[in-house]
């Protein structure tokens, strides 16, 4: 108890330079949360779409951005007569545009695909999708920002486009998104014949190994995945993840520059203190205990104040229009984990030299200040 | 000029120095030259000297926080040095009090007085008896949940006291434990002292400027130049 408020003593005696150090760590944390958080969630997002009602991805070998990926309308009819496939789907991402809405994820598919087959219809009739070239089908958020109705015309990119359905999807790209008929998505985007991925549902989970080895055999500049190896594989999520964790770290690297500068000045202002906690028997260990121990109450403090700042701003950022359907507010616990453990370590780590100053401290020295 | 002062009273010597030196900035401050000192077990010894004579560095080469250049230092008959386990040595063998209270403001009385005991480990049953009983002696019983800013002068040199003893130490080294204090303060800390020492069988040795407080103790030690000497009585 007295170690504890050995510890806490000094947080209390300057309390203005303890508050910015919680806050350094706070902000820290919140911008780490944000920015992972929000990256995950896309990725997650993005990973879903690609594995709706299927189990294998196949795309263009070695492109660096499935936006780039070619898939021949031949390869997919070859595919999709394949007796251990179900059912191949082809579909074709673009990024169109709006008058207020810069970036809108568009989506290619058959009338035959899950996303509109399984998809819940809130407006229109999913068996008129498909029937004109300018019909679109509009996510539910996207017709909320595009402020479109069933029967509407909404300007999309060079093209005005007549609402034929809004539907709801647990996908949060999708619900931002627009859905075209295959064809007319192809036209639109100059890709005649091609779609960007194909993604198979097969008969028997098991049949998946034989599959890739199929597509590498047929068809060469092709790959088949299944969806974890994706998720695992896909340059793209990589980067991301690699990213956000980067921007995330140089925010707690500065928290940790100011809890250093808190504790190295903790420990200046009390030499003399220390010099007496030596002459009454505290070892290296105690006193460097009480250090770390110091840094971690402002960690652990700004830690819980950074998640609940960043769960905040993540919350006010979905509601922000622009960003309808790109933010996924799911926390996931994993990340919690890694982030307080985070900004524990970067507290630790900003105590490190301030722990080794005060272990050095000789009493006999300190004692003759006055 | 004699340079030993070797007790003269009979028991067991808990405290011994033999041919000490001690400088500093690489030998160019020469503070302690060749000093013999021995006390014995419940020994009361005043140090009395002008200021800068090396009482303070004495004090603190008794204690180990400073080992000596030359000649050696032991407390119940083990030699201080680096391979000595020094923290046992300030948890449970001496017990040290200056001129400045040196408590932690922040702190209450109480909790400063247990400081040695979180040290050493002590249950805390154990060392709350152990202030109870100190604290009555010392007069604090009623002061013991205040912090220190509260306290008078006298009252801080006393929780001082308190906090030397805590851990039960043969030894207790004092430096200029009343010089901050005015005069009926400075008595009733040094009544104590002596009182405790006494009751406890507690080795004092005391570095004074006060001839009168001095003159109280079993024996009056003059320092000089970095030598001691008993003088002639």
Redesign the interface.
């Known amino acids: 108890m ?2 504890l ?2 510890i806490l ?1 000094n947080l ?2 300057h309390r203005i330079r303890s508050l910015i150090s919680i806050a350094g760590i706070a902000f820290s944390v919140a911008a780490m949360l944000t920015v992972v958080t929000i990256l995950q969630g896309a990725i997650g997002m993005f990973s879903g779409i690609l594995s709706s009602d299927s189990e294998i991805i196949v795309f263009e070998r070695n492109v660096s951005d499935l936006f780039f990926s070619n898939v021949p309308a031949a390869a997919v009819e070859q595919i999709s007569s394949w007796p251990m496939v179900l059912h191949a789907d082809p579909v074709l991402f673009g990024i169109v545009s709006s008058a207020d809405h810069p970036i809108i994820t568009c989506f290619g598919v058959t009338a035959a695909d899950a996303r509109i087959r399984k998809a819940t219809w809130v407006e229109g009739d999913r068996r008129t999708f498909a029937q004109h070239t300018d019909d679109v089908v509009l996510g539910e958020r996207a017709a909320e920002y595009l402020a479109a109705a069933l029967g509407s015309h909404v300007q999309i990119g060079h093209a005005t486009l007549h609402v034929v359905g809004i539907l709801k999807t647990a996908n949060g790209f999708e619900d931002g998104g627009v859905f075209m008929p295959l064809n007319s998505a192809q036209s639109f985007f100059h890709k005649e014949g091609s779609s960007s991925v194909v993604t198979i549902k097969l008969r028997n989970k098991d049949d998946a190994p034989g599959f890739k080895q199929m597509v590498h055999a047929k068809f060469p500049n092709l790959i088949g995945l299944e969806d974890a190896e994706f998720n695992r594989s896909y340059s793209q999520f990589k980067i991301l993840k690699a990213t956000a964790w980067a921007v995330g770290g140089c925010g707690l690297l500065l928290g940790g520059l100011g809890v250093a500068n808190t504790m190295i000045m903790s420990v200046f202002t009390r030499i ?2 220390i010099a ?8 290296n260990l ?1 006193i460097a205990t009480m250090i770390f121990g110091e840094s971690a109450v402002v960690s652990v403090f700004g830690a819980l104040v950074g998640l609940a700042i960043g769960t905040c701003f993540l919350f006010m950022l979905k509601e922000v229009p622009a960003l309808h359907g790109y933010i996924d507010v799911t926390i996931q616990p994993l990340v919690l984990l890694i982030v307080v453990v985070l900004a524990l370590l970067t507290g630790i780590a900003g105590a490190l030299y301030p722990a080794v100053y005060a272990m050095r401290i ?3 020295e300190a ?1 003759r200040f ?1 | 000029m004699n340079t030993t002062a070797q007790s003269s009273v009979r028991g067991r010597v808990v405290l011994r120095a033999e041919n000490v030196w001690k400088s500093y900035d690489e030998g160019a401050i020469a503070v302690l030259k060749g000093i013999d000192f021995e006390a014995v077990e419940g020994q009361a010894v005043a140090l009395c000297g002008p200021s800068g004579c090396g009482k303070s560095t004495l004090l ?1 080469l008794f ?1 180990g ?2 080992l000596p250049d030359r000649g050696q230092v032991s407390v119940n008959e083990i030699e201080i040095n680096r391979q000595r386990n020094l ?1 046992r040595l ?2 449970h063998e001496v017990g ?1 009090v ?1 001129q ?1 209270h ?1 408590l ?1 403001p ?2 209450t009385l109480e ?1 400063n007085c ?3 005991t ?3 480990g002590i249950d805390h049953r154990t060392a709350q008896a152990r202030l109870g009983q100190l604290a009555e002696r010392t007069g604090l019983s009623h002061r013991l949940g205040h912090r220190i800013q509260k306290l008078s002068g006298g009252e801080r040199q006393r929780t001082a006291l308190c ?1 030397a003893l805590m ?1 039960r130490p043969k030894i207790l080294l004092a430096d200029e434990p009343t010089g901050s204090l005015d005069e009926s303060a400075s008595a009733v800390v040094f009544d104590l002292l002596l009182d405790i020492v006494a009751t406890e069988g507690v080795t004092l040795v005391m570095a004074t400027h006060d001839r009168g407080l001095a003159a109280r103790c079993d024996r009056l030690l003059e320092m000089h130049d970095g030598r001691i000497r008993e003088p002639e009585i």
């Open positions: 007295i170690f408020k050995l003593t209390r005696r003399r203190e007496i906690l030596r002459v009454n028997g505290f070892s105690q000789r009493a006999v004692l006055e | 603190h204690g926080l400073d923290l300030l948890r040290f200056f400045l040196n932690i922040d702190l909790e247990l400081i040695p979180v040290a050493a906090r851990n």
